[in-house]
């Protein structure tokens, strides 16, 4: 009796017998373990880390089609890389649901903009927020920038605005972050590594 | 982390204190269990709860909040009264036998040069003495008096069994099982490692309690060791990476410091920064600082930066005083702030005393936020009923939120607290109009620079100068921007012993920070990371994990800052002759037939330097050597001294108690009006402290399903004793009020905290897990930073979140 493996779940499922057809040798041809690489079978496989803690564990995410331009590639399944010399394959229970955090309902999709004293957001094109930005910055540095300190001392500094850095951007925004924040002039400047 | 997660397995002994690794860093912690299954390593945890790393070490002790330096006092006074301490590791290695300044004193509870007004030291007599050679004066026979090891025995041998188990409530018989397990590995061929996290972090003394541990891991000779060190496990993926690029208030990347107001002279400002040697015939590393300094000058400015207007120097802002997050929130909430950027960083729940912050952030004008999720601080204006009780009819400050990518929709490196330096792959687009943050950065800023093009207006040099070599000016890529911080030649780089061999070429990017220059020939970014992409590609992005010597290094997995050394400070795992104390764990050895130090490991030495030139293994040091004695570079004192949390349940500080001034960290800065939101034991008479769930992150995971399923409403852990003193059943609804406010959760009845005999009185501690708010797909809750008092440890300014003062009461 040659038994596929649908035709076994089947079996299975319908009742007691599916374990005892096992024992008399009616196994499937392919191992029961391989459920998960049916579903991943024609995912496209991308290296990433970890952005929760710093123990940095290896990922490994699954995600439809192949990154052609013109194709949505969602992400349908994260889980621990086996090659990663520290995690080895595993992930807390946090890492283990980032699926959920990538789509989680609370992503925001759209730039907002909330009024002074109002009650609500606002949706706004990026332009739009940008070039307000942009203006309110500029303003604010040219009305309070220091050139010279009291004493007469070049101090070149813009002390009326600030910024808090993130604690899981990439190093290559960091990076960014600090060269814009400096070269404004700016020292009210921390990441969440201060808290 | 000195070291890194892997190396765990090759101790014989970990101390987890300050941190539940088990919880916060479980595919970390597993380095624990390997080693213990492995090496028959043992786990001791000192913490105020027994936590999940409790729950499976050998021996817990259990310790009352914000106590540790008495603790580990303690213990160094134990190892230095009972000689379990390795003598040839302290002897040639630390500052054991240096020469303190006469003048230096210690008297009830403050070191010499205190100001009480100001609430600072003049840490002028903070010092070695200095003989006419220009060295610092040495007693190799330790007998002098005034070196540091008699200094410092006089010091701790005030921190007896009796005092830390007065101070810290921990039952003497335990404090000593732990001082015993410990003293074990002060032989050559014993290891331990320390692994904390922000239960040290986060107190008024946070850095000093860090320092002690420190200090009982050099006189044990555990530094530089495979298996050993002192291991901070960071909080966040990349707070690692966004530090060693110096997002700081006061950093420049890799660890140089921005000038303050005072320094206006450029030679004068690299002088006082390139250290010159303390000690004869050492390395002295950051005597290279001007060629660190000059090529990130030439990363950020290119051809505007000119020996000339030396390499625009005038162009960098210079310090008036901190400006710190507290600080910052404290001109904010004095009106003196008009606008603030949040980048993935939700301040509203993660700086302490909620109201304050939210006060100060209705007097902004505008604040921009750029994040994944939407942040409590987004917002900050709108009423979210008893969680934020606001009105924003009368908050006048504009609100931009911004959509960012995340982790999943970017290219880019992280650094892990191993200093690995992992590059990842985006797998996905963003979902709707979401933006990279290089992308929102650039359109901020490239419309700024726009304007400043076109209407000109205040010092515009830096802004319209600052280099922006992209192909796309709109999206600076992930890989040019890896390419910049790691550095290239812009003219030829020769070898200095041979001017006519070429290093590297013009256009070429840089093997090493060994090839930059201070003459304008190189540009790199962040000196530290040098070499992360070199012409052999991006180091970052390798995937080998083989081990050829079996002790964990993988050296060609990704690249670790500096130049690709997994254990800093390896030089001193061999005795002065370059011999392992340890072959059986040998990182690196001296082999005299090639002429070099070799091994698995990359040497944190200077490569050909033969043992008997005598350098010494801390090369940063100027004196070659570590220091117990800290000389000028801490706030509050060269030696760390106990001094009780600003919130404690003790009205004096048992090692001074006559002494009010030196009660609480005497140089912990207090605003004014902050002083009076301080509670006391009065009214507030428990003990508080706030800490992480395994089962979530942060404020982040309140938004992910599945984290929001298994940990889905907000609780505090409450001891059994209190809560029959209260009358309170686990799963009742219980209010937590301290001085500035009250958080209202259910209730966990718990045998895990139990109540300490602290200076004769019954102690009990109220634990309270972070991870709610008012926005998420978790039951709302409150911020607990509702409760959390504003002040912050006396180096760092990291706030006191981990020993404060609460009530407690059914609802």
Known sequence: MQVTRRQFFKICAAGAGGSSLAVLGFAPDEALAEVREFKLARATETRNTCPYCSVGCGLLMYSLGDKAKNAHAEIIHIEGDPDHPVNRGTLCPKGAGL??????????????????????????????????????????????????????????RWLTTGMLAASASSNETGYLTHKVARSLGMLAFDNQARV | MTNHWVDIKNTDLVLIMGGNAAEAHPCGFKWVTEAKAHRKARLIVVDPRFTRSAAVSDFYAPIRAGSD????????????????????????????????????????????????????????????????????????????????????????????????????????????????????????????????????????????????????????????????????????????????????????????????????????????????????????????????????????FGDAATVENNWCFDWLPKLDKPHDILQVFEDMNNGQVNGYVCQGFNPLASAPCKVKVSGAMAKLKFLVTIDPLATETSEFWQNHGEYNDVDPAKIQTEVFRLPSTCFAEEDGSLVNSGRWLQWHWKGTEPPGDAKSDQEILAGIFLKIRDLYKKDGGAFPDPVLNLTWKHKIPAFPSPEELAKEFSGKALRDVTDPKDPTKVLVKAGEQINGFAELRDDGSTACGCWIFAGAWSEKGNLMARRDNSDPFGIGQTLNWAFAWPANRRILYNRASCDPAGKPYDPTRKLIAWDAGV???????????????????????????????????????????????????????????????NNPVARACPAARVFKGDWETFGKPDKFPFVATTYRLTEHFHYWTKHVKSSAIIQPEQFVEIGEELAKEKGIDSGDHVRVKSNRGFIVAVAVVTKRLMSLTVGGKKTHTVGIPIHWGFLGVAKNGYLTNTLTPFVGDANTQTPEFKAFLVDVEKV
């Open chain 2, 595 to 657: 002429g070099k130090w070799t091994g698995s490991d990359i040497p944190d030495f200077k490569p050909d330097s033969a043992p008997e030139e005598g350098m010494n293994p801390f090369i940063m040091n100027p004196e070659g050597v570590a220091r117990f004695f800290a000389v000028d570079k801490m706030n509050d004192g060269p030696f760390p001294e106990h001094y009780e949390p600003f919130e404690s349940p003790l009205a004096a500080n048992p090692m001074s108690p």
């Open chain 2, 69 to 300: 330096i008495a603790f580990l006092a303690g213990i160094i006074n134990y190892l230095l009264s009972n000689d379990k301490i390795h003598h040839e590791y302290v002897n040639s290695y630390t500052d054991f036998s240096f020469l303190v300044n006469d003048a230096y004193t210690f008297e009830n509870g403050l070191f010499s040069g205190y100001n009480a007004e100001k609430r600072n030291y003049d840490k002028s007599t903070w010092g070695y003495q200095i003989g006419e050679d220009g060295f610092a004066k040495t007693d190799p026979t330790l007998q002098h008096p005034r070196c540091v090891y008699q200094l410092m025995k006089a010091h701790y041998s005030r921190y007896t069994p009796d005092m830390v188990s007065t101070i810290c409530g921990t039952p003497k018989e335990a404090f000593l099982k732990v001082c015993q397990m410990i003293a074990e590995t002060s032989a050559p061929n014993k290891t331990m490692t320390i692994m904390y996290a922000l239960g040290w972090t986060q107190h008024s003394q946070g850095s000093q309690m860090i320092r002690t541990g420190a200090m009982v891991q050099l006189l044990l000779g555990n530094i530089g060791v495979a298996g050993g060190g002192m291991n901070a496990l960071r909080g966040h993926s990349n707070i690692q990476g966004l530090t060693d690029l110096g997002l700081l208030s006061n950093l420049l990347p890799g660890y140089m410091t921005l000038p303050g107001e005072k320094e206006l002279d450029y030679a004068t400002y690299i002088d006082k920064r390139a250290t010159k040697p303390l000690r004869p015939g050492q390395l002295s590393y950051w005597q290279n600082y001007g060629k660190f300094h000059v090529s990130t000058m030439k990363a950020w």
């Open chain 1, 99 to 156: 699926l959920d955090f990538v789509h989680s309902p609370n992503r925001l999709k759209y730039p907002e903009y909330r009024a002074p004293g109002s009650k609500e957001w606002q949706r706004i094109s990026w332009d739009d927020a940008f070039s307000r930005i942009a203006k309110l910055m500029k303003a604010d540095r040219d009305a309070n920038f220091e050139a010279t300190n009291k004493d007469g001392a070049t101090v070149n």
